[in-house]
Structure formats: C-alpha cells, structure tokens
C-alpha cells in the first residue's frame, strides 16, 4: 500500500510530492510555502518523516530546510551540493525507510545540475515511482545551463547519461514523477502532457531517442533566456533560506504610497491589465496577480527593492504574497486594496492608457500613422516570426533599457498580453504614450500585419529592427 | 455553524485552541510546535485566518510568531505586549472577523500579566465560547507573580477584577477555555475537572465567590514556586522566537559522549527509573522522557547548556526534542540509542543504584542504619508533612546545592518517585552513594515512617531537617 499526491505549484511550473504509506511519508522538492505541504500529509493521516531534495534549486526558494525543522523530518540532500547546514548527505545507492514494505532510494543523475539525484520508491523491494526532479522530464530534460557555463556541456552530456541509468535500471510501467516541466524555466522544453512512465519516456524522449551528440546540440541550440533572479536562489538555497514570512503586510494610504514611489520603490498593481490601463498610479508597474507572477517581477525587479503591493482584496494580496515568498521576495512593505482611486492623493489623477489589438494597430497604420511597435517577447519566440519594423526588447530587458526605445507613441505587444501589460506600464511610468496590445501574436498576420521569420539560427538584433524579408 | 478544537500540550499543563467556522478559523495561544495547528486546521478543512496571544507567555515559547508567518494568519498580540516585532495590535473591544457570522473580540482581562486579553467568539453577535488564557481557569486563576514583585499585588485584585468582568459580561452557558490550568506552573492550582463554564465559575472560583481581599490574601499566600527557566521565556516571546528546529540531531559514539561529560555539557537519559537504575552512563542525569521532562529538564539545567539525549528509539529522542523545543532548549547536539552498552567506551562500565520504596527505608532504619533522607518536593508540599529528621532540598536547588547534603549514603524521595529518580541520578553523577526511593509518598506513613507537620504558614527551612513535631 503506497500512496503518491501531487502537489502543484502552477506559478512557478513545478511540482512536489508526498509519497507513503499507512504511517509515514516522504516529500519530494518541497515548495517554499509548507504549510500545503504540513496539510497534505495531515489530510492522509501520515507523518512527515523524509523531506528530500533532488538538487540545490535555482528557480525557486526551498522550503526543504523548514519542513523538515518544523516537523522533525530528516532532511536528505545530495551530499555534493555545497549547503551550509545540517542535512542528511545522500549518495548514489543510500536507501532510506518511509513506511512498512517501502523504501526509498537515491540514484545519481546529473546533468541539471552536477549532484542531481533522482530518488526511486520500492515497494518490497520493487521500484513503484521515480522522483526524477530536473533529470528525465515529461518528454523533455532539465535543462544543463543553470549551474556554471563551463560546465554546460558537460552536464548535457550527463543529463544523456543519467536518462539512459533510468530508463535501463527501471521497468516501462514506473511512474516518471518529475519536478519541473509544468511552465518552469528549469525545463529545457514544456511537458507534453501531465503524466508519464519510464516506458512512455523510452519511446519519445529526446535524450532515450538521440544519440548523445545529437541530443546534446539540439538541447544547447533550444536553450532558451534564464530569469534572471535564478542568480539568487541557489546562493539561498546553499545558505538554507530565512523561514518563510506570509504575515499580511502594513497598509499603505495614497501619501505613502507616493512616497515610497518617489524614493524609488517598486509600486506593483495585481489587478488585471483591463482595469489598469483604465486607472492606475502614475509610477505604478502591472504585474497581475494570476499567471506567472513571480517569475516575472522577480525576474525585472532590482534584488532586493522593496515592493508595495496594490490589488482589489487583501486575498489577492495573500496570493501574490505567497507567490513571491517562493522565489524570494520577502514580504511587501506595504499594500492598499479597495478603490484604486483611494491609492493616490486628492490632488492627483490616476493615469490610463489605451489598449487595443493587432487590428487596431493595422488599422493606424492604414490612417498612415508610424507609431513605433515594440515586440518584448523572448528571442526564441520572435526567432519564429515578428512584425516587419518592430523593435525588439524583451520584457525583461526593458527596465535597464528604456532609453533604447524610439521616440514617439509606442503600441507594444508580446505572444498573448500578459508581457505586453508590463512593458506598457513600465512605458506609461516614464511617461510615454503607450498603446498595450492586448492579442495573441497569431492575430498579427490575420490583421493584415507583414510578418518577417529571421533565417533560423540567427536571432534578430535584440535592439534593431525585424528583417524586412526572412 | 462554529466549532473549537482543543490541543493539548500535557508536558506543559496547556491547551491551545482552533475555532472557527466553514473555511476558516482562529487559533489561541499555538505551541511552538506548528506544524500539530496546521494539521488540526487541515483536518477541519480550514484556514488559519487569524492567530491570538492573550498574552506574552512566561511558561513557553510561543509558536504564534512562526505560525502566522507560515500560513500568513494575522497575528493579533496584546497591544500593550512589549513586542519587538510586526504584529497587528489589540485592544480592549477589538473584532476581528473569524468566518461568516463568527466574531472575535478581545477582552482586557489583566491580571496573569498586565496586558492579558481575553477572547470571546461570538456568532451572529452572541458570545459562544470564552478564550480566557491565564485569567479565569477551570476552578482557578493564572498567578499574578510572574512579571515582576513590585506588580503582583496589583495583579492579584486585577485578576479578581478581570474574573467578575467575565462572569459580568457574558452568559452562564458560555464555555470557559483557559490555556492554563493543566499542570502549568503559571496556574496558581490545577484544574478541577476538564471542562467549564462561566455558570460553573461563577458558583465554585474563588475570584467569584469570595471577596478581593480575602481572594488576594489566599492567593498570594498558596503561590508555589516559579521554574527557574520562566525567566527566559518572556524575553524569547517578546523578541519573536527563533523558528523551531525538530531535525533530527546528529548521533555520538561512546567516544564522544564520554567527551561531552568530560566537558561539562549535560548528558540527560530519558529512559525510565527503572531501566536507569539498573544501568547507566556514569556522569548522566535520568529525566524521564514521559511527563514533566521539559518543566525539569529546562528548570534544572544552566540555561544554554549542550544537550545529549540518551533514549531507546530514535521516536523517543523526537518526542522529547519536541518537548524541549517547546520551552526554548534547541536541537541536542548529539543523540544516543539503542543498547546503553554502546554508550560507553569498551573501557567503561554502567553505573548503577538501588531502588526502593518507602518500606524499605523504614526496614533500614529498623536494621539501625541512619541514611541521610533527603526530600526533593517543593516547599508546598513539604508544608503538609515530611519525614522525621528528612533534609529538605527541592529538586531545582540541587544542582546548585550538592555541597548541602550531608555525607554517607542518601535515601532521596519526592511525592512520587519522578523527581527522586532525576535527584538520585544528580547525586550519584556526583558519585554520591544513593538509593532512590521509587514510592508515593503517602507509603512513607504507612511503612511506619514519622511524619511530621510543620505549623502552617511556616515553610520548612530549606536545608533545615523536619521539626519533630507539628
């Protein structure tokens, strides 16, 4: 009898687990926020008695070391990754009991990081789960340049190797019960589909499929940006994080709020694009709440700006709280919910600007208007087609680059709307005029919009204009 | 709809409680140990909405701080309470909303401390549970002597005053939940009976039915004494307590067991009396793991001390870590199980000593032997009757106080055989010979010991013999 829940954090395109059986269980690459994880095993009767690690992470804060400090659970982590506190060090073949009749054992598999290791749940002796973490993904690796370029090339390598150990140590029927590849960045590409098993795997996977120098070219030439607060959660993660600090943040009024935007703090509104644009503080960022939060204003914000919060109810607030809290972005100085227009001061408006769709912008352009089109999306997406005499910042280059933006009225957009809302209010907030294009790409061409794909291979110039002709 | 759950902690004489409607609910005076609340509130189906203080704790280090940050419940604490953290401020006549239609409002209700607050639940703005923390308890009342002497009488009318505000305000039907009164030292006496109401208070507590001086008069005058380890606990609470730490500590060879005592660190058995006696590692100290191990062991020990626990299981030395957590002493820095032969170097023995019981004693005595008898209750206790010619040290004195037991073999009892078993061993590390008398004390008549009164009112003098009559 074993169990195995997963546990999604969808932000954040990752998943934990917590695997057992009648008494006990372990989890698997526990999220920052343990209480889910505290409640999930409180919810199967079970005590919490492993809290295991597969490697030191680089996307997301661990909540490893809390867990296991609030609940008594040894805490297993690679003996390899360089960690500054007490831990159980895990090498290759350790085993480790969790309940009657299971067991769990650590295969090293590197390659996503150099002391990855997966852990493998026995039942009886008999292999019934595989927590492969950033090794063998749903149809896809980790991806092998997180850690150090000088050894990028190696760990592809390995990450070949270790998905080989896999698939040759486990029969077809064992789950592949992965941590990343649900929307995470650590993943070299994006689940294909949302379970699988070492058999499925061996039949479709690039790295059980591909020779290993095959696999290792095409997965160094598909590596996409790396958020760039990843910088920061490893050095966390190694030093063993500050407990996790959810407490509903200080309320702001409108005078504090211009205040702290005025030294220079980050003000950010949660609220949907929609409602922004209609009304916000001037000086004020969008980043909405639902979505991808977290990876996104943590990947622009300077480390360690404080940030005030500004959204419709204080549960909007605790969300977002959370979000941040697992990429390391402590709690909010303050927050204001309620009327936006109670967030600035009598004597101020709030600001607005115009939204409108890829329709619209061909329709200025019919009017003869040259508004300058800012495409933020990522270099891999614009490599795939981008509107002829667009200009390229990708969102999260566009704080430090303002300057590089041409003059005049800009109509900025990205792949669906999300990214475009941010680079509008970082535009509005240095008081361009700015028109977001709320749109999927896909309606550029079906507007009448001349689309140009670079040759493949050759990214566009991240400030120079698309290629009038592929 | 409302519920309240209540959560135990024995070792300490506490309770905590969660009480809340269908999604969500308040938690009163949480253990440190979290992660019990977390599970309780995932039981039920819940969030923890909000976490309350009736006041800064003296007996325990508070885990309110460390649960409101993980599961990002407002922490409401006595506004009054000289904090030195973020927290949301109360006072008298504040709500809070708890769920739909359920209420919390504080109630200044001082006395235990200067800034104690009750806190009624009510629903639909009917008060449906009494949340009274160290005020009005089950037959009794939180001592007013732990803050300061200069404030305790003060408090003691305080107290009196608080009772009657309670007993003023709200129904007979309404149901008294203390914190206190279970075994706590900071319960001026112990709970008659596990459940009340104001109806029932109202008829039988002595701050409602006698008059405030009579009432402060016997108060004061029944005051047991305070463990020593309180001192600590009111600065850890009020500077926000470090995060739990239950992770496993690290386990010691004999060799370095050996090496701790040899530096004056205590190593302490938690093993019972019995299976102690018969075998020990020289220079240990026998706290039984079930029980009062934490009142003891924090009273008794030099506050910082290294701690190594010696136990049968590894559940053992969890249990006890918990235990101790819970008064502020952290991980041990080291663990021991198993066989105690492993415990000592191959060059070592186990030490051992008799036990007894109070016939015995008496059979020596008969056989003419005159053992120093030596009694380890508290002064209260000794006042109702001690044995003839018995020295009198309390067993949180003896530590300090070895040089005040007079030379030859020791016969040490207390009232039930717990803390002679912890001064047996105190006293045999000292490489006393001991026998510890493993008895109620009520057989120490029986056996056709002397038992003599001291008038009352008149404690015993504490090193002083038994006066050889009432």
Redesign the interface.
Same mark, same amino acid.
């Given at each position: 009898m074993f169990f195995v829940d997963t546990m999604e954090t969808a932000g954040l395109g990752n998943r934990s687990y917590l695997a057992g059986g009648r008494h006990s269980a372990l989890v698997v690459d526990p999220p920052r926020? *343990?209480?889910r994880v *505290?409640?999930?095993?409180?919810?199967r009767g079970v005590r919490i008695a492993l809290v295991v690690e597969t490697h030191l992470h680089n996307d997301y804060v661990t909540g490893g070391l809390?867990l296991?400090?609030?609940?008594?659970?040894?805490?297993l982590v690679p003996a390899a990754a360089p960690v500054s506190f007490?831990r159980v060090p895990v090498a290759d073949g350790d085993t480790a009991p969790v309940d009657e009749g299971l067991t769990v054992r650590a295969m090293a598999t590197p390659g996503h990081t150099p002391h990855h290791t997966s852990y493998v749940l026995e039942e009886d002796g008999r292999p019934v789960a595989a927590f492969t973490g950033g090794s063998l993904l749903i149809g896809s690796v980790g991806r092998p340049d997180l850690v150090e370029p000088r050894l990028t090339a190696v760990l592809a390598r390995a990450q070949h190797a270790s998905a080989h150990r896999l698939a040759d140590e486990l029969d077809d029927a064992v789950p592949v019960l992965p941590t990343h590849g649900f929307g995470s960045f650590c993943s070299s590409a994006q689940a294909d589909g949302d379970t699988t098993t070492i058999g499925a795997e061996r039949a479709r996977n690039d790295a059980l499929v591909k020779d290993v120098d095959t696999f290792v070219a095409e997965l160094l030439a598909g590596l996409d940006d790396v958020p760039a607060y990843y910088a920061h959660m490893g050095p966390a993660n190694a030093a063993g994080p500050d407990? *996790?600090?959810? *407490?509903?943040p200080?309320r702001a009024d409108a005078e504090q709020i211009a205040r702290r935007l005025a030294a220079g703090e980050w003000v950010v509104d949660l609220r949907s694009r929609v409602a922004f644009a209609e009304g916000h503080v001037a000086g004020s960022f969008n980043f909405e709440g639902e979505g991808q939060l977290a990876t996104y204003l943590a990947w622009l914000i300077p480390w360690g700006r404080p940030v005030t919060l500004l959204a419709h109810t204080a549960d909007d607030v605790?969300h977002a709280?959370?979000e941040l809290a697992r990429v390391g972005i402590g709690r909010p100085v303050a927050v204001a919910t309620g009327d936006p227009q109670t967030w600035v001061r009598t004597t101020d408006e709030l600001r607005s600007f115009r939204r409108s769709d890829f329709a619209g912008l061909a329709a200025a352009r019919e009017r003869g208007e040259q508004p300058v089109i800012l495409d933020v999306r990522r270099d891999s997406e614009r490599r795939a087609g981008a509107v002829v005499g667009s200009v390229h910042i990708p969102v999260h280059e566009l704080p430090k680059r303002l300057h590089d933006v041409p003059g005049g009225k800009v109509w900025v957009h990205c792949a669906g709307g999300m990214r475009a809302a941010i680079a509008a209010s970082l535009l509005d907030a240095a008081d361009r005029e700015v028109v977001a294009v709320d749109d999927g790409f896909a309606a550029a061409e079906a507007a009448g919009l001349t689309i140009a794909a670079p040759a493949s291979g050759a990214p566009a110039s991240k400030t120079g204009t698309a290629p009038a002709a592929a």
């Open positions: 926020d *343990i209480d *505290i409640a999930a095993a409180a919810r809390e296991a400090r609030v609940t008594g659970a040894a805490y007490d407990p *996790i600090d959810l *407490i509903p200080a605790a709280q959370r």
